[in-house]
């Protein structure tokens, strides 16, 4: 961690989005960073009030260079919440400030049919691609199993989690585009190489702490606990 470093954990319904009951019911973090020295931010899961993120950045003395996406799902990247609500995200983002998108491959066409945005705003990415922001290497890991294309992202000892891993929990397994047995891998396996001392922030405040250290996270989280996968399947496939 350097003070170089700009990073702000953003929650919908307090510090963005006041008064809008969806944003408040939904409890979505959004993430902002970047390089103090360059100005250069990113923002991640921009959704209900982007041009307030937008706002947020620039009174912070940076500057919105891009925009990051964990899933396709509507109360990360807008669109239409199962009817329910129509929501805010990248779409007017763009109208706000031009900037690339940036999705893994597998979430391309989930990402352009849910939100309207055309494919030529998201910068598609395979696992492991590793992006700069300033000076900073920002990891991209590619989570499935929430949705085809979920991706965590890993920067200065942080990984924004989505709604692939919570403090206590991980993302549901039966919505359209997910499975079950590819979250397994993705806790057991593709996040096995995250050191315990970098800090989890996921995409939703789901406990009473908005962070912790993944070595916390993996002594208490039950997702965590299963000791094979036919024991996680019977616990969380549903």
Not at 179 to 208: C, K, N
Request: with cysteine.
């Amino acid at each position: 961690m350097t003070d170089r470093f700009y990073f702000r954990q953003l929650l919908s319904g307090l510090d963005f989005s006041v008064g809008d009951p969806v944003a408040e019911q939904m409890v979505n973090f959004a993430y902002a960073f970047g390089d103090r020295e360059t100005g250069d931010a990113v923002l991640v899961d921009p959704a209900y009030a982007p041009h307030e993120l937008v706002d947020i950045v620039e009174g912070d003395g940076m500057r919105v260079t891009g925009a990051l996406a964990t899933h396709y799902h509507a109360d990360h990247v807008g669109g239409s919440l199962g009817g329910r609500a129509q929501i805010n995200g990248i779409v007017e983002l763009l109208e706000t400030t031009d900037v690339p998108i940036h999705v893994q491959s597998d979430e391309v066409e989930w990402v352009a049919r849910g939100t309207g945005v055309g494919t030529d705003a998201l910068v598609a990415h395979v696992a492991g691609d590793v992006m700069k922001v300033g000076v900073f290497d920002v990891t991209l890991v590619h989570t499935p199993g929430h949705t085809p294309g979920s991706q965590c992202i890993l920067v200065n000892g942080r990984l924004i989690s989505g709604d692939t891993l919570f403090l206590d929990g991980c993302g549901r397994t039966d919505l359209p585009g997910s499975d079950p047995e590819e979250m397994y891998r993705t806790l057991t396996q593709r996040l096995s190489a995250i050191s315990d001392e970098t800090v989890l922030f996921p995409g939703h405040l789901y406990s009473a702490d908005p962070s912790a250290a993944m070595g916390d996270v993996r002594l208490h989280n039950r997702a965590l606990v299963p000791a094979s996968a036919d024991q996680w399947l019977a616990m969380f496939a549903r």
